[in-house]
């Protein structure tokens, strides 16, 4: 059966890097912050309640009308050109 056919609705977040233990080690290292820093828009590591609050509203009524997509939360990270 399709998912049309259940009306489900699909949907995620693609986080940046995140400020968490797991990646402690990689803040510790001067050019990879350098770089990270450089390259998303927002120049900082995103924290945990920042995804947390998108997998909130994504399970919201609020996103009632999205569907089909993948929701970046990276700091601007996928729109650097």
Same mark, same amino acid.
């Given at each position: #059966? !399709?998912? @049309?056919? @259940? @009306? +489900?609705?699909?949907?995620? +977040?693609?986080?940046? #890097?995140?400020?968490?233990? #797991?990646? @402690? !080690?990689? %803040? =510790?290292?001067?050019?990879? #912050?350098?770089? *990270? /820093?450089? !390259? %998303?828009?927002?120049?900082?590591?995103?924290?945990? *309640?920042?995804?947390? +609050?998108? +997998?909130?509203?994504?399970?919201?009524? /609020?996103? !009632?009308?999205?569907? =089909?997509?993948? *929701?970046?939360?990276?700091?601007?990270?996928?729109?650097? =050109?």
């Amino acid at each position: #059966m !399709r998912l @049309k056919d @259940k @009306k +489900a609705i699909v949907t995620g +977040a693609a986080s940046g #890097m995140i400020d968490t233990p #797991m990646s @402690k !080690r990689m %803040q =510790g290292i001067p050019q990879i #912050m350098a770089y *990270l /820093e450089d !390259r %998303q828009l927002l120049g900082k590591l995103g924290t945990p *309640l920042d995804l947390a +609050a998108v +997998a909130l509203f994504l399970g919201s009524d /609020e996103s !009632r009308f999205i569907t =089909g997509t993948v *929701l970046p939360v990276d700091g601007g990270w996928s729109n650097h =050109g």
